[in-house]
């Protein structure tokens, strides 16, 4: 989906000279495509300088060089998380994987809304499934985080069940693991953020996580389009467990925020900057219920700012993919030079001393870049 952004960065000539309007009118599921192919034959260039001091985190216990990372969906199959970090990403996700390899939904089912730097999917957990992304990833190092996002097969007759084998198949291999339970591409998921259901299911992928040989840490990833009653009830369920943390959001049902543009009415999930307010409002809010545990946001980041504005709702990290296919990859190194630049105008040494600085401002919906 970002190829077209990437090839002003590519080293193949035949590829650089093709102008990023010309890619941008791909297909953009091929276009995504292409851009994995281009990552892993290794034309997209290393990180130059080292980041700042300002960056380093730590979440979870993980060491990060930097707090921003490439979101679940890109790299859905383990195909390029090494290049990925050491083009600077602080953490790579990959995934989301089901037990078994699935085709996914129908295409076209990818698709820009270009009037609002926009992306609407409905991809369906596509993917080779656990065997072929735990063959890349054993033995791999990645010099980042590497965290494996697990889903379930659309036709399993027990998703809480395919989210233990993610667990089992990868607790020993990847330094976080996401439950990814707010995708609203795979009918019937999204009801396990439900008070039962949730309490089954992170009873059982934590259970399953105390019998691996490392503790790695779990993180949850909750939809945007949540009432406050029901922040109230993950949270609730949430602390009564020792889940590591949260994500939010996934992609949002809604489309007041891009109503009457060009594929606007397509059905699936909409990310990109029409959904940095509400993902941003939701972080802020549950930031407020759940205290001091990890969040890491994601949904709508565009710009130094809008980064800035998440760490101050309430994140500890955060992730980027849709963005990338408008503002391109030089767009990290911009948000990362943005966010040492915030630190220290704020008199500041490192970024974690901004996190839920704004939170309140941010949960009632005044929050403002």
Not at 139 to 164: E, Q
Not at 348 to 355: E, G, M, P, R
Request: proline share 5%; net charge neutral.
């Amino acid at each position: 989906m970002i190829f077209s952004a990437l090839a002003p960065l590519l080293r193949v000539p035949a590829v650089s000279g093709l102008t990023k309007q010309t890619l941008l009118k791909m297909d953009a599921e091929t276009a995504h495509l292409a851009t994995i192919t281009a990552l892993r034959l290794g034309l997209a260039p290393d990180q130059v300088h080292p980041d700042s001091a300002e960056l380093r985190t730590t979440l979870c216990g993980l060491d990060l060089q930097n707090p921003v990372g490439m979101a679940a969906g890109f790299d859905k199959n383990a195909e390029v998380p090494r290049p990925l970090a050491q083009m600077g990403f602080g953490m790579v996700e990959i995934g989301t994987v089901t037990p078994r390899p699935q085709t996914g939904n129908p295409k076209p089912r990818l698709f820009r809304v270009s009037g609002a730097d926009g992306v609407i999917n409905r991809m369906g957990f596509n993917n080779e499934g656990h065997e072929a992304a735990f063959a890349r990833l054993k033995g791999l190092r990645v010099p980042a985080a590497l965290g494996v996002n697990i889903g379930a097969n659309k036709d399993s007759d027990d998703f809480v069940a395919d989210y233990v084998l993610g667990v089992q198949k990868f607790a020993d291999i990847a330094d976080y693991l996401t439950a990814n339970i707010s995708s609203p591409n795979t009918p019937g998921l999204r009801n396990l953020e439900a008070d039962e259901a949730l309490q089954r299911l992170l009873g059982e992928i934590l259970s399953a996580r105390a019998k691996a040989r490392t503790r790695v840490p779990v993180f949850l990833k909750i939809a945007p389009d949540l009432d406050e009653a029901a922040l109230d009830s993950i949270a609730r369920v949430v602390l009564a467990t020792d889940l590591d943390g949260l994500i939010i959001s996934n992609t949002t049902i809604t489309r007041d925020a891009v109503a009457g543009l060009e594929n606007a009415e397509e059905t699936g999930g909409l990310s990109g900057k029409p959904l940095f307010d509400l993902s941003t409002r939701k972080l802020a809010q549950m930031r407020q219920r759940v205290g001091d545990l990890p969040i890491v946001g994601v949904g709508g980041i565009h710009s130094p700012q809008s980064a800035l504005a998440k760490f101050e709702a309430g994140a500890n990290a955060v992730q980027l993919y849709s963005a990338l296919v408008f503002g391109g990859l030089e767009l990290l190194d911009t948000i990362k030079r943005g966010l040492v630049a915030a630190v220290r105008a704020q008199g500041k040494t490192n970024i974690a001393q901004l996190v839920g600085s704004r939170s309140a401002d941010w949960a009632q919906g005044k929050g403002r870049l």
